[in-house]
């Protein structure tokens, strides 16, 4: 068990809930023990926010080893999940079992990421499983999610471009529209200058009255063909 800051509350958080005088596989307490250690480390990088929990599967009747942010209430030496117990039944069970929904004994939401650790033989022997307590995200998500909506009555619809449409950009936007297609300005095609004109008529480009004229130039065509490109828009 631990406290909030993900520090052992007791020994007992970091005591092997092996038996004494039961021996092991050396190579699969080799691989819990690892396993130790990654639940440690994760546990202690989301202090009071993420429980981690890694289950000895060999001993189901007393399989958490290590619990770090004991968020649930269990203790070291308490049997596993109906899930761990699914591992240990059936070899072929999912290995990960990511993101599903959970809840902690006082009704807390919970978002759960199980993974499975085999032995050589392909045998389950232990399991990570993390616990996110989103009780206390979910309120900030809801905060930001109305901080970012927009009025439903002008959504999808682009009223106002924050940009200041100079000269420049201008040049620049079509300097790039022709350098994509490995040609100059004045050398595009008449599709591709019709292509240009209609984009940087979405884009907001003729909002000044000399835009027009620049484009003109910059394409070498009449300030007349200009316009007429985008009169096709509307089509």
């Known amino acids: 068990m631990t406290h909030p800051t993900g520090r052992p509350a007791d020994k007992r958080a970091h005591r092997s809930a092996v038996p004494e005088g039961e021996h092991c596989a050396p190579d699969d307490e080799h691989l819990v023990r690892e396993a130790e250690r990654i639940a440690v480390a994760v546990g202690r990088m989301f202090p009071g926010l993420c429980e981690v929990v890694l289950h000895d599967l060999r001993r189901p009747d007393s399989a958490i080893r290590v619990i770090e942010n004991n968020l649930s209430g269990r203790q070291v030496g308490d049997p596993a999940t109906e899930l761990g117990l699914r591992r240990v039944a059936d070899p072929d069970y999912p290995g990960v079992v990511q993101n599903y929904s959970n809840r902690f004994p006082d009704g807390r939401p919970v978002k759960s990421t199980s993974i ?16 996110l307590d989103v009780s206390t995200l979910s309120p900030l998500a809801l905060t930001l999610a109305n901080l970012v909506a927009t009025d439903v009555e002008h959504r ?27 040609s100059t300005p004045r050398g595009l095609s008449r599709d591709q200058k019709r292509e240009l004109v209609r984009r940087l008529h979405r884009e907001g480009f003729f909002e000044t009255r000399s ?11 009449s300030r007349a063909t200009v316009y007429n490109y985008t009169k096709r828009t509307h089509r």
């Open 211 to 221: 835009s027009a004229q620049l484009i003109a130039d910059r394409l070498g065509v």
């Open 116 to 131: 499975g650790i085999k032995n050589a033989e392909g045998r389950y022997v232990a399991a990570l499983c993390l616990n």
């Open 156 to 182: 999808g619809e682009s009223l106002e471009t924050l940009r200041d449409r100079t000269g420049r950009e201008l040049r620049s936007a079509i300097d790039s529209f022709a350098a994509e297609r490995s």
